[in-house]
Structures are given as structure tokens and as C-alpha cells.
């Protein structure tokens, strides 16, 4: 695994990546319940990506830097997180996602064992970047993760089975 520099570049595309995931996620629920099925498939393949990507980008600090991250464990609805911290950004993770050998890495305040309860409620509204998705995929593109590459599938099956391509072109 290719490490990566955590500078405020890699650390703001992440940020947005991630900031947009969340708004797909609530999009694809949106679109969802009003029943079109084919922008709800396309928002959540590409949620799917975009927080894979995430994961790609975080597992690639620790590997190479895992002083650089610190993190502590949230129960957040039930579930528990770790919120890892990266030259002062913050994003959660399942602890799985990481794996073991780099969560082992990553000095945190707490246990999964004993998470501190945390009444996170995921707003989307707030922003910290006025970068673009496309300048940030482009950014971890040019460090080699590709969002395209994150894709389950580069289609989704839409409405009465159309085929849709759910690719960013500006990465191919």
C-alpha cells in the first residue's frame, strides 16, 4: 500500500468527498421514497464509492504515517465509530474499515469497549471548503485514488432496466 502525505490538500479533498457522500446518501433516501428508482441507484453507487474512496485515502495515512492520526471511539445510534483526526480533520470510520493491523497503529483515547457516547447527527449543511467534488476527486486522482476505480459496478440498472453509467467523466 502507497503511503500518502496528509498535507491540507489531500485532508480538504477528503473532507469534501466525504461532505458529499453524506448528501448522497441522503439523496438516494429522497429520490427513494418519491420512487425513481434510477437516481436513487445512481446517488447510492456512487455514496458507495465516495465513502470506499474515504476509506482508501485514510487506511493509505495510517499505513504511512500512523502518528500523524489519532482517534477515539463514539458510539453514535448504537453503533460504534472511530473518529480519527488527522492534522485537525475529523472523520469517522467503522473500526473495521481500517483493519486491525492499522487500527493496532492509531493511538486512541478510549476502547471500542468503552466508546464515549456521542449525539452526532450528520448535517450536511455545514462546510468547511468551497472546493468542488471535481477538484477534489482530481486531487486524490492525481495521488492515485481513483473514485471511479471505488465503483462496485461502473453501471447501475435503472428504470425498466436501463443501463446507467454512473462513472465521474472527468476522471476517465
Do not use: C
Request: charged share 30%.
Amino acid at each position: 500500500m502507497d503511503p500518502l502525505d496528509p498535507d491540507d490538500d489531500l485532508l480538504e479533498s477528503l473532507y469534501v468527498v466525504n461532505k458529499v457522500a453524506k448528501r448522497l446518501a441522503d439523496e438516494a433516501t429522497a429520490a427513494y421514497d418519491r420512487g425513481d428508482v434510477t437516481e436513487s441507484n445512481v446517488a447510492s453507487a456512487r455514496k458507495d464509492a465516495l465513502y470506499r474512496t474515504k476509506t482508501e485515502v485514510l487506511n493509505r495515512i495510517v499505513a504511512g504515517d500512523p502518528e500523524a492520526v489519532t482517534g477515539e471511539y463514539h458510539a453514535v445510534h448504537g453503533d460504534v465509530w472511530l473518529l480519527v483526526t488527522v492534522n485537525g480533520w475529523e472523520f469517522h470510520q467503522p473500526p473495521y474499515a481500517f483493519g486491525s493491523d492499522l487500527t493496532d497503529r492509531i493511538e486512541t483515547a478510549n476502547s471500542a469497549a468503552e466508546p464515549r457516547d456521542v449525539p452526532y447527527v450528520r448535517d450536511a449543511s455545514v462546510e468547511r471548503s468551497d472546493r468542488s467534488l471535481e477538484e477534489a476527486l482530481r486531487e486524490l486522482a492525481d495521488r492515485g485514488v481513483d473514485a471511479n476505480d471505488h465503483l462496485a459496478r461502473p453501471t447501475i440498472s435503472g428504470e425498466r432496466d436501463q443501463l446507467v453509467d454512473v462513472r465521474w467523466a472527468f476522471l476517465r
